[in-house]
């Protein structure tokens, strides 16, 4: 018998549901362009251990916290912060917290439902037949004919909207019908798809080395550089820092055990990046390295060309990006539940059109990064796009921001007494550690990881077309030998994953970029997206 509601803006019926839904929501992008090659580069099984340490000493806390903080109050991440801040007297400039987490969401999903619609497009492409037999240069000219061809760019844009339909489509359905069904079915489907691809590995014999890579103990590749970042990696791909798990939180019926669930969701997630980094490595790379391919190149191009020799590749290339666009949908409907739960409690909007205006609002704004790869490419502040600053401006400052800001708050604002029941029943010593993480390690460890990404950011920057003042003063701090822009693809410090600056000019033949490139006499240029264009957190 499902459970009644619980909260003015709806829960879930079953008490598994918020486990599937925090799946959904951590289980991103970055665990396929991202994991597998910080653990090809930083020790392999080694790199695994650092960032599962990061996970349970540093973000594992702040997880519980904003989790428990949903679940306590029964509101969104806003209307929770109102009512500990009344309950407390503490100053109401501690408000920004929340609202500053509605609007990391709302622009992190903007971007995030970009690249979903490339990847909703691949599976098409896939399907009929667009990668049969191609080679390097047949797929960067399609990925390039789709993303940045200044000419056809309103395909691009159908394209996007419809993958924010069908993100629109599911949240209107409701908390339970919707939401809570697809959760249920997206994930473990995914999971299915992901298990299938990689048996399909193990039949072509291409696991073997892959394992060995990812997951063999390399002590001579562990340095400083690794510890950032698999910090890096940890923080960025769980979705903190931007109201999920709050609303997920207070969604959850009494009796779910929080903190178990939780690690649960920790460990499942950690679980899915080594096989997909297994998976990854296997299928998408050239002799048993990466070849500088990650991000955009790495699944859009190395991907599909990797695939394209094998029988029946038109259905396999289908599937690999069929689990791309469950990853990312999934994703996306959890970035946009707390901003839509923001504003049904704020206007009072029935949840129909609360979904609709502010799905509405995301396709608008995500225009903004989708051009940003073709029409708008010239279009730059101090050598960056619109995209590359929205990015800069979500993971340097607001989303470090937000977690420093709850952390503060629940470690020194509220009463001890207040702060332990909104955790609820735990273990002595953890809630020691917990307590205390949050008042002084959480704090300062997301303002070095803050600081860390705007400086790499900023210093990216610089080497883009327009030059700003501050580019001499900012590159001795960052380019440090295990810091600097990689060369040949080689990671850079800090946890950021960039490549040499390329343009894709139609005829797929890769040349360093040019802000006025063209391929050949072709009036009309291809600009981007560059392979350094996609940092660190995007989803």
Not at 16 to 29: E, N, P, Q, R, Y
Not at 47 to 53: K, P
Not at 294 to 319: D, E, K
Not at 425 to 446: N, S
């Amino acid at each position: 018998m499902p459970a009644p509601y619980e909260t003015p803006i709806g829960s879930w019926t079953r008490k598994s549901t918020f486990f599937w839904a925090a799946v959904g929501a951590t289980v991103g992008l970055a665990n396929l362009w991202q994991f597998p090659y910080l653990a090809g580069q930083h020790g392999g099984g080694w790199f695994i251990l650092l960032y599962v340490a990061c996970l349970l000493l540093v973000t594992l806390p702040l997880m519980v916290t904003e989790s428990a903080m949903g679940r306590y109050a029964r509101h969104g991440i806003v209307l929770a912060m109102d009512g500990y801040i009344r309950s407390t007297r503490c100053s109401r400039w501690w408000m920004f917290a929340g609202r500053l987490s509605i609007i990391a969401a709302f622009l992190v999903l903007s971007y995030t439902a970009v690249f979903g619609s490339i990847a909703l497009a691949y599976v098409f492409y896939g399907a009929l037949g667009v990668f049969n037999n191609a080679g390097e240069a047949e797929a960067t000219a399609v990925l390039a004919d789709m993303v940045s061809d200044t000419r056809d760019y309103r395909m691009f844009m159908a394209w996007h909207l419809f993958f924010v339909v069908l993100v629109i489509w599911v949240s209107i359905q409701g908390v339970v019908k919707g939401l809570e069904r697809v959760f249920r079915s997206l994930v473990p489907l995914s999971l299915l798809l992901l298990l299938g691809l990689f048996a399909l590995a193990g039949w072509h014999g291409r696991l073997e080395g892959a394992v060995a890579e990812i997951l063999q103990f390399r002590p001579e590749d562990v340095t400083i550089g690794s510890l950032k970042a698999a910090l890096f990696h940890a923080f960025f791909t769980l979705g903190l820092g931007m109201g999920v798990w709050s609303i997920f939180g207070a969604y959850t019926p009494v009796g779910v055990k929080l903190k178990r669930s939780v690690l649960a969701v920790v460990l499942m997630d950690t679980l899915i990046a080594i096989l997909a980094g297994v998976l990854i490595f296997a299928t998408a790379t050239s002799g048993g390295s990466f070849d500088g391919a990650r991000g955009f190149s790495l699944l859009f191009v190395s991907l599909p060309v990797a695939l394209a020799p094998l029988p029946g590749s038109q259905f396999i290339i289908a599937a690999a990006f069929l689990l791309v666009v469950l990853v990312v949908w999934t994703t996306s409907l959890a970035l946009l539940e707390p901003v839509v739960g923001w504003f049904r409690e704020w206007t009072g909007s029935p949840r129909g059109w609360s979904a609709f205006i502010m799905g509405t609002l995301v396709w608008f704004a995500g225009l903004g990064t989708l051009l940003s790869f073709n029409i708008w490419a010239d279009a730059q502040l101090a050598g960056g796009t619109l995209f590359r600053w929205l990015e800069l401006i979500t993971g340097g400052l607001l989303i470090p921001l937000v977690a420093i800001l709850i952390a503060l708050f629940t470690g020194w604002c509220l009463t001890r007494s207040l702060s332990f029941s909104i955790l609820g029943k735990t273990p002595w010593l953890f809630g020691r550690i917990w307590y205390w993480v949050m008042r002084l390690v959480l704090p300062a460890v997301v303002a070095v990881i803050g600081i860390s990404y705007t400086l790499f950011s900023l210093d990216n920057l610089c080497g883009g077309g327009e030059q700003a003042k501050w580019c001499r003063q900012i590159s001795p701090v960052v380019a440090t030998p295990r810091q600097a822009p990689p060369v040949n693809g080689k990671q850079s410090g800090g946890g950021q994953v960039t490549e040499p600056s390329q343009s894709v000019p139609a005829d797929g033949e890769a040349r360093p970029a040019r802000h006025d490139d063209a391929p050949g006499s072709d009036p009309a240029p291809k600009k981007g997206p560059k392979r350094d264009e996609i940092l660190y957190h995007s989803v």
